[in-house]
């Protein structure tokens, strides 16, 4: 079974308080599996 690569807009809502997160991409470089991508939208 392959396994779909969950960008930023994916998990954002699941997973990341918008209080908190700033954006900085430490999730995405310390993530294990590469599960996080982060993408600037305009």
Known sequence: MSQQKKTYND????????QICVSCGTCEAVCPVNAIELKETI
């Open 11 to 18: 998990l954002k809502k699941d997973i990341i308080d918008k």
